[in-house]
């Protein structure tokens, strides 16, 4: 599928077809993307746990339903628990920029040396984030979200449909000996969509797209071009918005056929 079209069909899909199950392959592709995502200070904070939905334990899986996201959980074949290694920048201490220094990465022209790292790169940016949880805490999660963000889209490129939903660590915590320092971030629900790529349409959003783009200064919207709407919406990232026709119908017969309340 061609990028663009890949962003395009990405959706929430929360209606899974419990009994479809999902191929390994593509449950593999999915952590390839998350594998070569973008990854800061080259720390490694990723970390995910893959479980079968029909291999967790009935209480366990019952223990982690939430309101919001009981039937995500329930519906879907398979799911993947990403969590940020709390621990990745100081148990390493520069090492892996050292690598990529080594690897030609990190080149002399940027000031870049093993020497920089240790005297530079360590006490004054690297420590002191180590020292200060909070901001260690968003770096990291940030950085697991631009992995679990390619880990997405590649489900949805597989034909695929995902959704990333809040889960009760504990649950998981107990059964599969996760960490202490490993900080539980978003389950990531996947299987095949029940109502197909569409799943009622394009999402609304709470903001116009000039009051989240600004330019220049944070009072000047970004200057949306009409043109550029028309050329995505014909190369289909842009695409049309919900409700879809019909999808009051489609929802009914959706949830008879998963036993769901309509």
């Known amino acids: 599928m061609e990028f663009k079209q890949v962003i395009g069909r990405r959706r929430s899909i929360r209606h899974f077809l419990p009994w479809k199950p999902v191929e ?19 720390a490694s904070f990723l970390q995910v746990i893959v479980i079968e939905r029909d291999k967790l334990p009935k209480e366990t899986l019952e ?3 939430t309101p ?3 039937n995500n959980i329930e519906l879907a074949p398979v799911h993947l628990y990403f969590y940020a290694d709390m621990q990745a920048i100081e148990r390493t201490k520069g090492q892996p920029l050292k690598d990529l220094v080594d690897a030609g990465v990190l080149t002399p022209s940027h000031g870049w040396s093993h020497k920089f790292v240790d005297e530079i790169v360590w006490p004054f940016i690297l420590e002191p984030i180590v020292n200060d949880p909070p901001r260690y805490r968003i770096n990291a999660a940030f950085d697991c979200g631009v992995a679990a963000c390619q880990a997405l889209l590649a489900a949805f490129d597989q034909g695929l449909g995902a959704c990333l939903s ?3 660590p504990e649950p998981i915590r ?5 960490p202490d320092h490993w900080m539980p971030l978003w389950l990531l629900a996947v299987g095949y ?3 197909g790529w569409e ?5 609304p959003r709470p903001k116009k797209f000039g009051e989240q783009f600004c330019e220049g200064d944070a009072k000047t919207p970004f200057r949306r071009d009409p043109e550029v709407v028309k050329r995505l919406e014909a190369e289909g990232m842009i695409t049309p918005p919900a409700p ?3 999808r009051k119908q489609e929802l009914r017969g959706i949830s008879r056929m998963l036993g769901l309340p309509e």
Request: net charge positive; charged share 20%; hydrophobic share 40%.
């Open 24 to 42: 390994r392959e593509k449950i593999q592709v999915m952590l390839e993307a998350a594998y070569q995502s973008s990854c800061a200070v080259n």
């Open 63 to 65: 223990s982690l339903k």
């Open 68 to 70: 919001v996201s009981a």
């Open 166 to 168: 809040a889960f009760l």
């Open 174 to 178: 107990e059964l599969c000996h996760v």
């Open 193 to 195: 969509p029940a109502a």
């Open 199 to 203: 799943d009622g349409g394009r999402r």
């Open 244 to 246: 879809t026709p019909g």
